[in-house]
Structure formats: C-alpha cells, structure tokens
C-alpha cells in the first residue's frame, strides 16, 4: 500500500471533518494506513456500535460542530494540514424532511465554513469537499448526470448538496481561482459527487444495509418500503480511492483537477433495492425481508445514474468491485463482526488494495481481468 498515490500521503497533515461517520472513518482508517498524519473533526458517533470506535484510530480527534465557525477556524489553525477532506454533514433524505432548518445550516453553512477556515489558514494546499450524486436537478433520466448538469433538489437534503456544490464554486472562482494559482493564493479546491454507497461498519439510520443489519439483531424481518428505487451502488472504498487520487493531483499542484468529479459504478452495477437485500441474503443468510411498497413515504428519486466518464478517462480512475462483490464483501464484514465479533475493515482494505493493482496491471497490459 505504501506506493499508492505516490506516497503523497505520507507524513503529511491532514484535516477530515466527518470521521466519525461511516465513510469519514473509512476514510480516516486508510489515510492512516497510508502514512497520513489525520486530525478529525466531527459530532460523536450518534450510533453503538459504530466503526470509528471499532477502529480505535491512532489520529487526533476533535469533536465539535461544523456548524460552529469559531471552533472550526481554531481547529484547522491549529492542525495547520496540508489537505482537507469535508465529509461531515447531515447526509439522510428522510432525516432532512424532519429536520430542514439543521440540514441545510450543517450542509450549506458547514461547507462555507470549512472553505472560509481554509481560506484563513496558510498552510492548506488542497480541499475536497465532499457532496453526493444527489446535487443534480433529478429528471429520472436513464442516463447518468455529468459534472456541468444543472444542480437541483426535490427534498431539502438534495437540495442542500445542490447549494454546498454552488458554494464551492463560489469559493473556487471568487478566492481559489486555479488561473491564480501560485500567483494570489495557494491552494486548490475541488468538489467530489458520489453514489449510494455501501459496506461494513454502517449503523446509521433509514439507509438500506443497516437496516438489514438492525433486522437480524432484532430477529424480525426487514420492511423494504421502496424496493424499485434503482442507486448506483458501489462499496465505500470506490469513492474514497477516487477523493484520494484527487486530492494526490491537487497536492501535486495540478489545478486542472481543481473541479467538480463524479464517481460512481459502472451502469450494469445500478440494482433496485429488492435485489441488493436479495443478494445480502445470498451472503448471510440471518434474514429476513418482506417487500411492502409504501404510496405514503416522504419523495425519494426512483432512478438516479452519475456518467462517470470523465473521471475514468482524465484522472484514470475506475471501480474494480462489480456489485456482487460489493455485497459480499459488505455481508461478510457484519457476518464476521456478529459471529465473531471481530472487524475484517483491514482485510477488505488489502482485498481492494490487491484488486485495484491487478486491474491496473490488466488494463496496462491490455488483458481481461
């Protein structure tokens, strides 16, 4: 692992709002694995179990509200890092319907905070804010979104990625611009929009696995109240590795990167939700589920696919697990964890490691994988 992304990571400061939430602690985990010296910010972990402290991460972590800009101009000062990653936010729709006013001020004004303590701190070369696929103005096309696509949302929780995006540029064009690189400023931003994502270690509330998880725990069957909704899912390493080859050519100083990405899977690994928990079953078979669609559930989009092409051909970056190897991979982490209570977020991490240089080596030598 240690030539990865050139060892960029090595030793250098790095400030990750967010790691305590599902993917943030992945993210921490491998920055960590990498040779990265990370300092975390975030809320408490709001579940338990919960994987960041499953993890018992070596890294300086800070709990405290992005919300509050005070706290957060202090943080990063005092971390003085060299890359940010913004990963902390609000991030469920149904939450966001009860919960708008909080939604929006955490995604919204969270974002400009964290861009306005950059902006405030010599030391910062690079920035990654973090949105989701839920930014695009949703017309339940067949085809996927592209990074220059309108930005929209129905619910507040979209809607609110949609203005996070919005800043970012703001920010990027009014104090980053990349042509005054190296000229009036110093540092890069650039914005990643990824899919539904799974994998171990996922407790949160009203989102799919973790369900099926709290199902078996509780020994009662899991109610899928939406089982055509079609996502783009992919396991939690797939975006991740793309946020880190990001935030690789940023350091590097390449403000060409310094834009908006899309990442997701290929268009074959878009699943209803009905066939992602029959594939789960597949896996671990401690389950049950029973399909009731339901008319009076809060909007949520029906189909929603990321045209990823751009980040496959300019950063070179493309998935490597299909959707059946997510789903194992993911069924086998919480098969391991109940049955054995041990964690395997180390073994995927390497299984990943080991598949991503076997289809790069493919692809370099012009073999199928």
């Known amino acids: 692992m240690s030539s990865l992304f050139s060892d960029i ?3 250098r400061r790095v400030f990750l709002t967010g790691h305590t939430g599902f993917k943030g602690s992945w993210l921490a985990f491998w920055l960590t694995r990498l040779g990265a010296r990370v300092t975390g910010y975030a809320l408490a972990p709001e579940t338990s179990p919960n994987h960041f402290d499953l ?3 070596p890294i300086q972590s800070i709990i405290a509200d992005i919300r509050d800009a005070a706290a957060l101009r202090k943080a990063v000062k005092e ?7 913004h990963l902390a936010a ?9 919960e708008p006013v909080e939604t929006f001020a955490t995604n919204v004004m969270g974002t400009v905070n964290l861009l306005e303590a950059c902006r405030r701190t010599d030391s910062v070369r690079a920035v990654v804010i973090i949105t989701s696929d839920k930014c695009y103005e949703n017309r339940e096309w ?4 592209r990074e220059n696509d309108s930005m929209g949302g129905y619910d507040p929780y979209s809607a609110s990625k949609g203005c996070a995006e919005l800043v970012t540029s703001s920010w990027r064009n009014s104090f ?4 005054q690189f190296g000229k009036t400023h110093n540092t890069l931003v650039a914005s990643a929009r990824a899919g539904n994502v799974i994998g171990g270690g996922d407790w949160s509330e009203d989102r799919l696995v973790p369900d099926i998880v709290r199902g078996v725990e509780a020994g009662r069957p899991m109610i899928i109240r939406n089982p055509e909704a079609t996502r783009p899912w992919q396991h939690v390493l797939e975006p991740l590795s793309g946020y880190l080859m990001l935030g690789q050519k940023l350091l590097e100083g390449k403000r060409e990167y310094a834009q908006a990405w899309n990442f997701g899977p290929s268009d074959e690994d878009s699943l209803p939700a009905a066939e992602v928990v029959r594939l789960f079953k597949a896996n671990w078979d401690a389950f049950e589920y029973e399909l009731k669609p339901d008319a009076r559930q809060p909007h949520e989009a ?16 493309r998935p490597v ?5 997510t789903i194992e991979k993911t069924a086998g982490w919480y098969k391991e964890y109940y049955e054995n209570k041990r964690i395997r977020t180390e073994r995927d991490l390497e299984d990943y490691v080991i598949a991503v240089r076997r289809e790069s080596h493919c692809r370099t030598e012009g073999i199928k994988p």
Do not use: M, T
């Open 55 to 57: 993890l018992n991460l």
């Open 9 to 11: 990571f090595q030793s």
């Open 321 to 325: 697990w299909g959707n059946r190897e």
């Open 142 to 145: 067949v085809w996927g979104y």
């Open 176 to 179: 980053f611009h990349p042509d």
């Open 302 to 317: 029906g189909l929603l696919k990321l045209d990823c092409s751009k980040a496959r051909a300019v950063l070179k970056w």
């Open 90 to 98: 609000q991030p469920l729709v149904r939450r966001s319907y009860r």
């Open 79 to 85: 971390s003085a890092p060299e890359i940010v990653f």
